[in-house]
C-alpha cells in the first residue's frame, strides 16, 4: 500500500455498477459533492457480452477515476455459471482500459477473500479461495492489477466486510436482517446462540473511504473494515436495546462449529484518517430511524 497526503480532483468518476447498495449510495454521494459521473449500470451495458468492450472503448476517458462495483453477489449464486459471469465482467474491463487507461481504478472485492483461520487479519494475511465467490474477486483483482501495472497507472483494491446500512437489498444475516426482522416481527432468530464474531462497517463509512480513496489515488490493497468485532448475539442486543419496543432474540441449538472473523483496521486508519469508523450504536441508532420512517 501506497500511502500519499496529496489530493486529487477527479475530472469524472465512472462507475461500473450503478443500481447495487453501495454502488447507487456511492453515485449519491458523488451527486451531493458535484462531481461529474457516469453510471453504467446493467441497463446502460451488459459487461458479460464481448461488445461491452467497444461501449467502455467509447465511454472511459484518459482522466477519469473509475470504480468497478459490478459483481454477481452470493445471494446470486456462487456455482460455476454465476464465476464464468463474473469473470467475463473483469477481463472485458481490462480489454477495454487497455485501449483507454484511465488515470485511476478503484476494485470493490471483498473481506471472502481471507480464509477463516479465527485469527486477527490485515491486508497481509493470506488470501485463499475457499469458494468459488472467493476465487473469482481474488482472480479479479490479479487481472486488473496486472492490466493497470503495465500501464503503470494506480490501482487499489478495496475489500470491505460486511456493509450493513438503509438501501441494502441482499438481507444478508447479520445487522440488515436483524433490523428489518426486529420492526416487522419484534423479534430476532439467531443461528445457534449468535456466538460467531464478525466486523460489520456501516455504508456511510464504506463510502467515504471510497471517495477518500478517489480523491488520494491511493494504490495497494485496503480492508474496509471498523476494527471491532461483535459476536451476532451483541450486534442483536444493541439492535433490541435502540427499536423502542421489545424485541425478542430467538437462540437455537449451536449445530455449526463456531469460527471467528476479526480484523484489524490499522491500514485503513492510516490510508484515511479524515475518516473514522463510525461506532456501531450510533450507526445503528440512525439506521433504524430511518427504517422507522420508511415504513
Known amino acids: 500500500m501506497t500511502l500519499t497526503k496529496q489530493f486529487f480532483s477527479p475530472k469524472r468518476v465512472v462507475t461500473l455498477g450503478s443500481k447495487g447498495f453501495i454502488a447507487g449510495a456511492f453515485l449519491d454521494r458523488l451527486r451531493r459533492e458535484g462531481v461529474d459521473v457516469c453510471g453504467l449500470g446493467s441497463g446502460e451495458v451488459d459487461l458479460t457480452k464481448p461488445e461491452s468492450v467497444d ?3 467509447g465511454r472511459i476517458q484518459d482522466e477519469d477515476t473509475v470504480v468497478m462495483f459490478s459483481a454477481l453477489t452470493p445471494d446470486k449464486g ?11 465482467m473483469a477481463t472485458h474491463l481490462a480489454a477495454a482500459i487497455e485501449k483507454v487507461p484511465p488515470a485511476h481504478l478503484i476494485y470493490i472485492s471483498s473481506d471472502a477473500v481471507y480464509p477463516s483461520t479465527g485469527s486477527m487479519m490485515t491486508e497481509e494475511s493470506a488470501c ?3 469458494d468459488l465467490y472467493a476465487l473469482m474477486h481474488l482472480s479479479r483483482e490479479k487481472i486488473l492489477g496486472f492490466t493497470m501495472r503495465n500501464l503503470k497507472k494506480p490501482y487499489t483494491i478495496l475489500r470491505p466486510c460486511a456493509v450493513y446500512g438503509t438501501g441494502d437489498t441482499h438481507q444478508g444475516y447479520g445487522p440488515n436482517r436483524f433490523v428489518r426482522s426486529a420492526l416487522e416481527s419484534g423479534k430476532i432468530p439467531l443461528f445457534g446462540v449468535g456466538a460467531e464474531i464478525r466486523d460489520h462497517v456501516w455504508i456511510k463509512d464504506v463510502i467515504e473511504w471510497i471517495w477518500l480513496s478517489a480523491l488520494k489515488r491511493q494504490e495497494g490493497v485496503i480492508n474496509l473494515v471498523s476494527g471491532r468485532g461483535l459476536s451476532f448475539k451483541e450486534v442483536a442486543k444493541i439492535i433490541a436495546k435502540n ?6 432474540i430467538e437462540t437455537s441449538e449451536q449445530k455449526a462449529a463456531v469460527f471467528h472473523r476479526e480484523f484489524d483496521d490499522r491500514a485503513r486508519r492510516e490510508s484515511f484518517p479524515e475518516r473514522i469508523s463510525t461506532p456501531f450504536e450510533t450507526a445503528i441508532v440512525q439506521m433504524i430511524q ?3 420512517e420508511k415504513r
Open 78 to 88: 456462487r456455482d460455476l455459471k454465476s464465476y464464468e459471469a463474473n469473470m467475463k
Open 290 to 292: 430511518q427504517q422507522k
Open 55 to 57: 461501449f467502455l472503448k
Open 128 to 130: 485463499d479461495a475457499t
Open 243 to 248: 427499536c423502542g419496543s421489545p424485541i425478542e
